[in-house]
């Protein structure tokens, strides 16, 4: 019988087994990108946690000392998925036990390409830094990618892999990385509470509940559809259906009204701005031997 050969022959290791890395795992294994049996997740004391991944998908996991030293040390590739908080103390144990090849991928928000390095105690460490978002666990996620310098393109193209995993990935300098943030980090929730008007406002129209639930859905997933699709501007898409003095175009002048264009720009710019900021208060946090 032969078999099939994946796209990633190397082991990835899962430092932290929470919801954005099983997302990330999920999409590996269902694309056969990856063997199951080459994943292994880490966390700090939930066998149960482990387990759960282990009969969901097949991978492998640790939580004791000398398992978890083993996989990060064995592992050419090693995604970071601890919390902000954890990291500093994950990091600085991670960079006594890699090599200089090592593949590290962040996922940690905020942590800059040169910190994660100072951190690690090692200037030179090839480093990814990644920013996906939530839909990343339905497959539909934007994953927005920074590397570190002089990283080779091999390395580049593995990266890459493991995210078109579970979306769209967009290349892009880490001083575009909050900006992306902004759009595609915490675009999701701009929608959403767009969702929540349209579903209020259905129900007070008389709708019931599910009614309001399902016309909404698809009204957004149709919309989303149709740009893709056809390739058109959502501008001239918005033209088409908005007919002079008709019912669209008194909606459109209502949002107008409340410059709700202007209210999502300046809503995505201050995501980027808040981002950053919190980016520096997260760094401004580390021990100031870490720094120095």
Known sequence: MTQTRMLIDEQVCFFGAGSMAEAVARGLIARAVIAPERIVFLNRSSTARLEELNQRYGTLGANDSAAKEEALRTSPVVILAMKPK???E?????????????????MIAGLSIETLRRLLGRSE????????????????????????ADLPENRRHLARILFEAVGLVVETE???????????????????????????????????DEQAREMTIQTVLGAA???RQTGEEPAELRRKVT??????????????????YGAVIRAAQRCSERSAEMGKELEDKLPKSDQD
Do not use: C, H, W
């Open 174 to 208: 880490e001083s575009k990385i909050d900006a992306l943030t902004g759009i595609s980090g915490s675009g999701p929730a701009y929608i959403y509470y767009m969702m929540e008007a349209l579903i209020e406002a259905a129900k007070l129209g008389g709708m019931t």
């Open 90 to 106: 994950a990091l600085q144990q991670l960079g006594t036990l890699i090599g200089p090849d090592t593949l590290v991928v962040s």
């Open 125 to 148: 460490q090839p480093v990814v830094r990644t920013m996906p978002n939530t839909s990343s666990s339905i497959g539909l996620g934007v994953t927005g990618i920074s590397y570190s």
């Open 225 to 227: 559809q149709m740009v």
């Open 243 to 260: 007919s002079p003095n008709g019912a669209t175009q008194a909606a459109i002048e209502k949002l107008d009204e409340s410059d709700f």
């Open 86 to 88: 954890d990291a500093a």
